[in-house]
């Protein structure tokens, strides 16, 4: 048990773009369980320089309260007003339950270790799902600031990789399905998290899975590209999801030439790959909406010295001690995983081996490697 005077009162984090189905979720958790509230802070309202905070329970609204806007940021004026907000619900010892209903655009994960940071209980992270909307969401490449969701007059984020990532994260998925779902949506669904505890709204199995306990180191070790638990071979109702995996590096100018095609190909694809001109660099693949975010996640464990290892988390250590390459170390294992309705696997496999160096290139050595031209220097932004 921690010592701090606040983690006694367990707070349950509900995020998703499905407005709905979210409110639907908080509403049963505040009927399952006494004495539990919500919390929500409207985000819209930033426009007009301040975020609303709404508290309520299961017989209404208790108060309401305003936020002023920090650094032009609706997140940040967020938790800046959510902390004390728990604090003072968890010393009044009056509550049994904190619901925290983010807003529309807001990702869970930022928020879950501002909460635990704080000494709180985050005792789960829950993303309400219609699937129906799964596929209309991941196919919206739609910055957030057109479509009126974004947090910030910087936010670059479009609708398709804030919801994967809210997707994602969460080890909970409250499954509010309507008329219009179907089998293809729910193997959608259970495709693209498969770890994921679903749940529906009937019964005790959402108040059971929202308190069960969650651990947010481990959660952001998990979305570490290096570590990530991506998906494995699947096929049903029309939706598949393949692994492809590599042992040899990616020629970076044939790779980037291959991009929009492989963008293209699925509704959802992640994973990790390295390039020959930079072998050092562990490079993350995140594409939803027909948008690639290519992004450099640091070194490759084999390229750091002794020394710096025992900086590195336990889980990362494990998952490179498990694809030790002998010559190349943890950098030797190409794995990219891609999720859609009617995937084509045979022309992604073509593709994707068509990007690697061939014998020849690979016999050349390193050395030879990085004079290879490269497309992805802008990518990059080096």
């Not at 505040?30 to 007009?48: E, R």
């Not at 219609?130 to 947090?151: E, Y």
């Not at 499954?175 to 495709?191: I, K, M, N, S, Y």
């Amino acid at each position: 048990m921690s010592g701090d005077p606040h983690s006694g009162l367990p707070v349950v984090i509900v995020a998703g773009l499905h407005a709905d189905a979210r409110k639907a979720t908080v509403e049963r958790l505040l009927a399952s369980v006494s004495d539990s509230v919500a919390l929500h802070h409207d985000l819209s309202t930033a426009v007009d320089g301040t975020v609303v905070r709404t508290m309520r329970d299961a017989g209404g609204v208790l108060g309401t309260g305003e936020a002023p806007l920090v650094n032009d940021c609706a997140c940040c004026a967020l938790r800046e007003d959510l902390v004390p907000e728990l604090e003072r619900l968890a010393d009044a010892g009056l509550v049994r339950l904190a619901v925290v209903e983010l807003w529309d655009s807001v990702e869970p994960k930022a928020m879950a270790e501002v909460v635990a940071g704080h000494g709180l209980t985050v005792a789960s992270v829950v993303t309400a799902v219609d699937p129906a909307l799964l596929l209309p969401c991941l196919g919206n490449g739609d910055d957030l600031m057109d479509a009126g969701l974004a947090a910030a007059p910087t936010d670059q984020r479009t609708v398709a990789d804030t919801f994967a990532r809210q997707l994602e994260y969460a080890a909970v998925l409250a499954v509010v399905a309507g008329p219009e779902a179907d089998d293809e949506d729910r193997a959608l669904l259970t495709q693209l998290h498969p770890t994921a505890t679903q749940v529906t709204l009937e019964g005790e199995e959402l108040m059971l899975a929202a308190q069960a306990g969650f651990d947010v180191e481990a959660a952001a070790a998990a979305q570490h590209p290096a570590c990530a638990l991506l998906p494995q071979e699947a096929d049903e109702a029309g939706v598949a999801t393949y692994v492809w995996q590599a042992r040899r590096p990616f020629h970076p100018e044939r790779l980037y030439q291959a991009l929009e095609d492989l963008t293209c190909a699925a509704a959802r694809s992640r994973g990790r790959f390295w390039l020959a001109d930079r072998p050092d660099t562990l490079l993350a693949w995140d594409a939803a909406g027909g948008a690639l975010c290519v992004e450099n996640a640091g070194p490759w464990l084999a390229s750091l010295p002794d020394a710096a290892w025992d900086l590195v988390p336990p889980m990362r250590r494990a998952a490179a001690a498990l694809d030790w390459h002998p010559e190349h170390g943890d950098c030797c294992c190409q794995h990219l995983v891609f999720t859609s309705p009617g995937l084509d696997r045979d022309g992604l496999q073509r593709v994707l081996d068509s990007c690697l160096l061939t014998d020849a290139e690979y016999a050349a050595g390193r050395d030879a490697w990085k004079n290879l031209p490269s497309g992805f220097d802008t990518l990059l932004e080096v």
